[in-house]
């Protein structure tokens, strides 16, 4: 079964507008990694954020981390129609990483 | 410029065919990863390599195989025993094991059974 689950599944925002979406997983990790994927295309990565850091930084993305809740979230902040794709988390542990099944965001202009 | 490079980008399997997938990386990381993924799914971990001539079974292994015989390459091959194999290939590597950098992923193969 799938480690992490998004939530939620699906998100649909105007242009200029804030999107949070929220990862749950199940065991103790090393990290959590948040990538993009475009329609049929690879996964990049955005950012990652250890198990001993409870906020991270990168451009318009802020992500968190509360261990005692297993739980992590994305936000992108004045989102543009650009961002438009499907956003995974993946928890490391034990030398492999296990994804979410995504968050599929949608921002219209 | 260093990347991941898989191919081909589409791939049609008659059933029972073996079929193998590309994936080379220039990047010199030292592990490697497939994962499946499906219609409006995640990734689930099928095989992984954290150096040459060694790989471990991920979630999803059975009707797979793998080899590791260069740092550079990484391929899968999908056999006949793998009873639904219509999805979405994605390799992916990283230089230390994701712990500080996440993964870099190739653009995947579509495998289709025809």
């Known amino acids: 079964s799938q480690q992490g689950e998004e939530d939620p599944q699906a998100l649909s925002i105007q242009e200029g507008e804030n999107a949070t979406m929220n990862c749950s997983y199940k065991?103790?990790?090393?990290?959590l990694q948040w990538y993009r994927q475009n329609s049929g295309r690879g996964l990049v990565h955005l950012i990652l954020?250890?198990?001993?850091?409870r906020e991270k930084h990168s451009g318009r993305l802020r992500v968190t981390l509360d261990t005692s809740k297993k739980s992590s979230s994305l936000l992108i902040t004045a989102s543009r129609a650009a961002d438009t794709a499907s956003y995974f988390c993946?928890?490391?542990?034990?030398?492999?990483?296990?994804f979410g099944d995504g968050t599929t965001l949608t921002v219209k202009p | 410029d260093g990347g991941i490079t898989q191919s081909p980008k589409y791939l049609f399997r008659k059933e029972g065919q073996n079929v193998t997938l590309s994936c080379e990386q220039n990047?010199?990381?030292?592990?490697m990863y497939w994962y499946r993924q499906d219609p409006g799914q995640g990734l689930r971990l099928i095989y992984y390599?954290?150096?040459?001539?060694?790989?471990q079974k991920g979630d999803i292994a059975e009707g797979y195989s793998v080899s590791r015989e260069k740092k550079e390459s990484f391929p899968l091959t999908v056999t006949s025993a793998q009873k639904n194999p219509t999805a979405f290939y994605l390799c992916?590597?990283?230089?230390?094991?994701?712990?500080?950098?996440?993964?870099?992923f190739g653009s995947g193969t579509r495998l289709t059974v025809v």
């Open positions: 992916a590597s990283s230089i230390d094991r994701g712990r500080g950098t996440g993964y870099t």
């Open positions: 065991t103790s990790i090393n990290n």
């Open positions: 954020i250890r198990s001993n850091e």
């Open positions: 993946a928890s490391l542990n034990a030398g492999k990483s296990t």
């Open positions: 990047l010199n990381h030292d592990a």
């Open positions: 390599s954290q150096i040459v001539n060694d790989f």
